[in-house]
């Protein structure tokens, strides 16, 4: 067996702190990654979280040999809920990553793929408020993702881009015990752009095939109503 083989496949170290707080780290043969999370203030009203991953077998790859395809990719999330009142709670999440692709550096077409990058965000926010007979929910969505395709020279193949941005709003009402009241609205604007370019007829030259932004609108709502006259009747 190799030496790489005789490692083990995952070391995790944890520790948790004396006011909750628990760190959390593993390490593998592809990537390390790491998670810390607790509560927010002496009352622990709230709670945080946080993690991230980070891979290194493109590293290795390309350390061993040159000629070998090789994909890396990073990542972290955070998360944060908070209970203002014991009505009012309000949360956040956060996402981003990256990754990068890289094909074998072999002779290819000049529109082949040889390096291929990706990096996205994602942001939620939400607020939620309760009663005994109603519950109000509100959320907002932001998010980015950008990706770009090279050949083996450099030249751009691809560049792509995609925003969105959406809100949303639920309410439920329990009026009496036998009848339940939903409804809510939704809106959602989208970006988008396109760069694309490929092989010429002439198996040559690139020509470029689309090249475009455009946006839209979504717009959408619901209404719902349930009534339970008896334990067998909905």
């Known amino acids: 067996d190799s030496a790489m083989g005789a490692l083990p496949h995952v070391v995790t170290v944890d520790f948790t702190g004396a006011v909750g707080r628990i760190v959390r780290a593993a390490i593998s043969g592809t990537n390390a990654s790491a998670v810390a999370e607790g509560p927010i203030g ?12 980070q891979s290194y077998l493109d590293l290795l790859v390309r350390r061993l040999t040159y000629r070998a395809v090789s994909f890396g990719f990073a990542d972290a999330q955070a998360k944060v809920a908070y209970d203002l009142s014991p009505r009012h709670r309000l949360d956040l999440t956060a996402l981003a990553g990256r990754s990068r692709f890289e094909n074998d550096p072999i002779q290819r077409d000049i529109d082949d793929v040889h390096v291929g990058t990706n990096a996205s965000v994602v942001g939620v926010a939400g607020w939620r408020f309760t009663m005994p007979r109603l519950i ?20 751009e193949l691809d560049n792509g881009r995609d925003r969105q941005l959406g809100y949303r709003a639920d309410v439920t009402l329990s009026p009496r015990q036998w009848l ?33 932004t455009g946006h839209g609108l979504r717009t959408g709502g619901y209404a719902s109503a349930r009534w339970t006259p008896s334990a067998r009747v909905t």
């Open 180 to 212: 339940d009241v939903a409804g809510g609205a939704e809106v959602e604007r989208r970006d988008n752009s396109r760069v694309r370019r490929r092989l010429a007829a002439n198996r040559v030259n690139l020509v470029q095939l689309d090249d475009y």
């Open 136 to 155: 109000v929910t509100q959320r907002v969505l932001a998010a980015d993702n950008h990706f770009r395709n090279e050949n083996t020279t450099g030249f």
């Open 42 to 53: 002496n009352s622990r009203r709230g709670s945080w979280l946080i993690s991230g991953r």
